[in-house]
């Protein structure tokens, strides 16, 4: 194959649908912040792909087909606060404008292949896949509670305390 | 094909670095699925799968790995529709809560009876 069918194969796929670090074409990319029904302490969004789906965020990511994500960014605080004081309190709700730019969890449904290169993780895939990453610093405290029981309505709660914050 | 081996491996290599975070990770998949974690933890599977691992920072000597507190509970109906309920909590809150049997019993409660709430 010469460099003009790559070129025509390449502008082919492309055509097909291409987002970039969450960023792409309307019809085949939707990205959207998710507010749970009841408390909410936790920023959270949620996006859908077809067609390649690149992220370059965290390592090198690329995804060929049908991929859904959903990232839950902590609310950063600068004491030990506790999730578990939520289980008690009715509508809690605040998403931070504040929010840790590093999610402490996410959530993947993705169908298609995909091939993943992190700081650590690297693999390649093809099938269907549900996947849920929960990730935190070392140096941190944090807690983190979640709930979708739908007799319950949805309940997220992120809290972080950064190790340099600490008092 | 042996270029291809080589950039994975390179790839890999250069990406798989020893990390500074916890990552707690559960996976259900359905397919060809070849992968590497850090420390070297490598994988091949085919068809059916399902894995549950964390990835733990190497401590030097005299230091703790992260304490961690969980309770969860899960019912699975498909592969991507579950509904789950759960509380995870590491370092200091966890430390502080695993003393407290009460708290800890509280939390059990109040997860494994959601659902049957309102």
């Known amino acids: 194959m010469n460099i003009k069918n790559y070129i025509l194969l390449l502008s082919a796929i492309l055509s097909s649908g291409c987002s970039i670090n969450n960023k792409g074409f309307p019809l085949l990319y939707k990205e959207e912040i998710v507010e749970p029904s009841k408390n909410n302490l936790s920023k959270q969004v949620k996006f859908t792909s077809f067609g390649i789906h690149i992220d370059t965020r965290s390592g090198f990511i690329i995804n060929f087909g049908y991929i859904k994500r959903k990232y839950i960014y902590p609310l950063v605080t600068s004491n030990d606060s506790d999730c578990s004081n939520i289980l008690d309190s009715a509508h809690h709700k605040k998403i931070p404008s504040d929010a840790d730019r590093t999610p402490i969890k996410i959530v993947t449904n993705q169908a298609g292949l995909s091939g993943e290169f992190s700081p650590t993780f690297s693999g390649v895939f093809i099938g269907y896949r549900t996947r849920n990453v929960f990730i935190s610093e070392a140096t941190n405290s944090f807690t983190f509670y979640q709930s979708n029981f739908t007799q319950l309505g949805e309940q997220t709660c992120a809290l972080v305390t950064k190790s340099e914050e600490k008092t | ?118």
């Open chain 2, 1 to 118: 094909m042996k270029k291809y081996v080589l950039l994975f491996t390179i790839l890999s290599s250069v990406t798989s670095c020893s990390s500074k975070h916890l990552v707690y990770v559960q996976e259900s998949s359905f397919g060809l699925n070849v992968s590497v974690g850090t420390e070297g933890v490598s994988k091949f599977s085919l068809g059916y799968d399902r894995d549950i691992f964390a990835i733990v920072p190497k401590k030097t000597d005299g230091q703790d790995a992260m304490s961690l507190l969980s309770v969860n509970k899960v019912v699975v109906k498909s592969l991507d529709d579950m509904s789950i309920s759960e509380f995870v909590a590491g370092g200091a809150p966890a430390a502080k809560l695993a003393q407290d049997t009460e708290a800890v019993n509280k939390l059990r409660n109040k997860i494994y009876s959601s659902g049957g709430e309102k």
